[in-house]
């Protein structure tokens, strides 16, 4: 019998210093990487999709810190315009995970009234370009309440279409 307990009690022992595992530790500057749109597809100008950004930071300061804070830490640049062309979000707060001050997770945008460039004339915007489905990528980054900015990443290609 005190084979048997003393058995049960390495074992469990064991179980527990194995189940329990530190946790991560992240940069203090954000990493992010790319993870999806919510359709590869939408129609110019009326459609509307949900862009999905992986990230970490390893002291937890991404998003609105205050509730009068209006800063934009989320940047979108369309890769077919100059950086004039940047759209630009507000990250929402984002509450730590525990006791550890680093954080992980996915940031979701919805973004709206994309449109296709004539060929011809790029500076004209939202024209029917009959049987075209444009493909756009993005360049995306993020940066934290103390400055500092994450690496840049591009997404795939978002596919536009540029007739009714």
């Known amino acids: 019998m005190k084979n048997i307990l003393l058995l049960l009690l390495v074992l469990s022992s064991w179980l527990a210093w194995t189940g329990c595992q530190p946790p991560p530790i992240y940069d203090d500057i954000p990493n992010i990487s790319w ?53 630009y979000y507000q990250i929402p707060t984002i509450v730590s995970q525990g006791i550890v001050s680093g954080i992980s997770g996915t940031i979701e945008v919805d973004v709206s009234t994309l449109c296709c460039l004539d060929p011809n004339n790029p500076f004209i915007l939202c024209q029917d370009v009959p049987a075209t489905y444009e493909p756009v990528t993005f360049t995306v980054r993020i940066k934290d309440n103390a400055g500092r900015w994450s690496n840049e990443i591009q997404t795939t290609p978002l596919y536009l279409q540029c007739f009714q």
């Not at 110019?44 to 999905?52: A, D, K, L, N, Y």
């Open 35 to 87: 993870n999806s749109f919510s359709k590869d597809t939408i129609p110019q100008f009326s459609g509307f999709v949900t862009f999905r950004v992986d990230f970490t930071d390893g002291d937890g300061d991404i998003g609105k810190s205050g509730n009068s804070d209006t800063t934009q830490h989320l940047i979108i640049i369309d890769s077919r315009r100059t950086p004039n062309d940047t759209l």
